[in-house]
C-alpha cells in the first residue's frame, strides 16, 4: 500500500508542474506580445522615404558617425591595371533603358536654384568638353551593397576639376571655404534614376567623371557616353549615363533612399 507520505508528495509534485507551465506558458506569452510590440514599433509610422522612424533614425546616427571620420586623405585602396576584370560585372539598367544619341548627347549642368539664388547659371557641355579637362586613371575595387565587389579600371576626369575648371557649387582654387552648394544632384537623361551626393564625398580625390573603362569608351550598358565612380561609396551611389548635373543646397532626392536604402551610402 501506498503511504500518505506518498501520495503528499505526488500532489505536490503535480503541483510544482503546473505552476513551472503555467510560468512559462506566462513568460511565452509575455515574450510574444514583447516581440509584437517590437515589430509595430520598428514598422510604425513611415518617413517621407517611406521607412519606418525608427529604422531612419538608426541610419542618420550611422550616416553621423561615418562624416565624423570622413576625410579627403582616407583613399580607397588601389591596383595595377592588370588586375582589373576584362569583362565587368553588370548591374542594374534603370534609367538605361531608352537607346540615346551618344554623338549628340550633351551634359545639363545647373549651378542652381537652392543656393538663395545666388550665382544662377545653367550650360550644356560636350563628351569633347570633359575630355579637354585633366584626365585621371584609377583602378581600385567597386563593391556592391549586394555584396559582391570587383576590381575595375576607370578613366576620367576628377569630379573636383570639373567643379574647379567651370566654377561650379562655388568651388574656387581658394579652396572650399566658400562653397555655394552643400549637395550634387545627378540624374539620367530620361530622369528613371537619380542620385544625391554630399558635397564631401563629390569633391574626394578618387571621385571622377568617367568615359572609359579599361582604357576603351563607356558602353551603353556601363553608362555610355559618361557616368559616375565614387570609391568611397557603395555603388548605388556610381549613377551611369549622367544627363543632368545640379549643384544644390538642400539634401535632393536619391532612388534608393527612396526605396528604404542608407542616403549616405559609405563604405
Not at 27 to 52: Q, R
Not at 68 to 89: D, G, H, M, T
Request: glycine share 10%.
Amino acid at each position: 500500500m501506498k503511504s500518505d507520505s506518498e501520495d503528499e508528495l505526488k500532489d505536490i509534485s503535480k503541483q510544482e508542474m503546473r505552476r513551472t507551465t503555467i510560468k512559462s506558458l506566462a513568460g511565452f506569452i509575455l515574450g510574444a506580445l514583447g516581440l509584437l510590440g517590437g515589430i509595430k514599433w520598428l514598422v510604425a509610422g513611415t518617413d517621407a522615404e517611406g521607412l519606418s522612424r525608427p529604422l531612419r533614425k538608426v541610419l542618420e546616427t550611422n550616416r553621423k558617425v561615418a562624416t565624423i571620420f570622413f576625410s579627403n586623405k582616407n583613399l580607397a585602396p588601389v591596383f595595377p591595371k592588370e588586375q582589373a576584370a576584362p569583362e565587368p560585372r553588370l548591374n542594374g539598367n534603370i534609367g538605361l533603358e531608352r537607346s540615346i544619341d551618344v554623338e549628340n548627347w550633351m551634359l545639363n549642368v545647373q549651378n542652381n536654384s537652392l543656393i538663395h539664388g545666388i550665382n544662377k547659371s545653367s550650360m550644356k557641355l560636350t563628351l569633347d568638353d570633359i575630355k579637354q579637362l585633366p584626365k585621371t586613371e584609377l583602378t581600385f575595387e567597386f563593391k556592391c551593397i549586394e555584396g559582391w565587389s570587383e576590381i575595375s579600371n576607370w578613366g576620367g576626369t576628377k569630379f573636383s576639376d570639373f567643379m574647379l575648371v567651370y566654377g561650379l557649387g562655388g568651388l574656387t582654387d581658394h579652396g572650399q571655404d566658400n562653397l555655394l552648394a552643400e549637395h550634387v544632384s545627378l540624374e539620367t537623361p530620361d530622369g528613371g534614376y537619380y542620385v544625391g551626393l554630399d558635397m564631401e564625398s563629390a569633391l574626394h580625390p578618387q571621385t571622377l567623371l568617367c568615359y572609359e573603362m579599361n582604357g576603351k569608351p563607356l558602353s551603353s550598358e556601363h553608362g555610355a557616353p559618361l557616368r559616375l565612380i565614387v570609391p568611397c561609396k557603395y555603388g548605388i551611389k556610381s549613377i551611369k549615363r549622367i544627363g543632368k548635373i545640379a549643384f544644390v543646397g538642400n539634401q535632393p532626392a536619391d532612388y534608393w533612399a527612396e526605396r528604404g536604402y542608407d542616403y549616405y551610402a559609405g563604405l
